[in-house]
């Protein structure tokens, strides 16, 4: 939806009546980033709305970069391009769903982890399944593709290291960097790979304290990171979009390995190593599935109901 930026002012009442269902998509997205495992990037390529996002991401980060060069005008001229009702709307809806479900959710993951696993692992394997049509033609190449990355995803995830107790400014600037790129990559979520760095209790002590400065490395990498590899995701989805969604994919089905209910030892979410499932606690992990699966279901056909009406309107503009 590259024209939006464009748009006559008869078809602003039409931008203005998608700012509720974006910010819906936001509540989503936000919703899956507080559980450790699955990234809002998941539910932005279920919604549909996943290049568009990294396209407006995208054009924010090439004003920024104008901007850090000193080309004001540039950064201007940028910024005027991006859409920014679709971002302060997704924004919106996940400040939402942070600030409501953050605390309520971590309860059940610790209190629940076997039903709240099983839920997720549903919900990433059906989008799997749902997602699998954004890629127009299947060729050997690209099953190969979405095959490699799939294990190395999941034997990756299977890495922890110790927690590090003071890193230097540039470890945290790196590490900032790596998460907000996993972040917005499906399948892989920003927490677990500072869980995997040894730099989830540092940042979340760093939270906890309002330590500014320790904060300010981490959002500076997050910028950098944000600026520089959304451009060239942006890019590669332009131009070689099956073989980038098949990667994608990937990604997705390796992240199952977080979500598998039985970890080897405690720890919920946070532990990837594969245990046995217990006989006893079988029947309400299928049960949650299977919720989470019909949720999936339920997004796909309402993502389509909304694409059909939003069709009609378009015929119907002057």
């Keep these: 939806m590259k024209g939006v930026a464009r748009l006559s002012r008869g078809t602003v009442p039409y931008v203005r009546r998608r700012v509720p269902i974006h910010i819906l998509h936001g509540f989503c997205m936000g919703v899956a980033d507080i559980i450790p495992g699955v990234s809002g990037g998941t539910v932005a390529l279920l919604l549909g709305i996943y290049d568009r996002l990294i396209e407006q991401i995208s054009a924010a980060s090439s004003g920024i970069s104008c901007l ?16 920014w009702t679709f971002l302060a709307s997704l924004l919106m809806g996940i400040a939402v769903a942070l600030l409501l479900l953050a605390s309520w959710l971590r309860t059940q993951i610790h209190e629940r982890p076997v039903i709240v696993s099983s839920a997720f692992f549903g919900v990433i394997a059906a989008s799997v399944f749902a997602t699998r049509r954004e890629v127009r033609k299947w060729s050997p190449s690209r099953y190969l593709i979405f095959g490699i990355f799939a294990a190395v995803t999941f034997t ?64 500076i990498g997050a ?21 980038v969604v098949s990667m994608l994919l990937g990604l ?13 030892d405690q720890g919920g979410l946070e532990n990837t190593g594969l245990g046995t499932p217990q006989t006893e606690e079988l029947v309400g992990a299928l049960i949650a599935a299977l919720v989470g699966v019909a949720a999936v279901v339920a997004i796909v056909a309402m993502v389509a109901h909304r694409e059909n009406f939003d069709s009609d309107d378009a015929l119907e503009m002057p």
Aim: positive net charge.
């Design 68 to 83: 850090a060069r000193g080309d004001v005008a540039g950064c201007k001229q940028r910024f005027r391009a991006v859409q």
């Design 156 to 219: 990756l995830l299977g890495i922890r290291s110790g927690s590090l107790e003071n890193p230097g400014p540039l470890v945290a600037i790196c590490a900032g960097a790596i998460a907000i790129c996993a972040m917005i990559l499906p399948g892989i979520s920003g927490s677990f790979i500072l869980l995997m760095l040894g730099l989830y209790d540092h940042l979340i002590a760093a939270l906890e304290q309002r330590d500014v400065s320790v904060l300010g490395m981490y959002s």
């Design 223 to 243: 910028l950098v990171g944000l600026v520089l590899f959304s451009r060239v995701l942006n890019r590669l989805l332009n131009r070689y979009r099956d073989l």
């Design 252 to 264: 997705m089905v390796g992240s199952l390995r977080v979500l598998w209910p039985w970890p080897s």
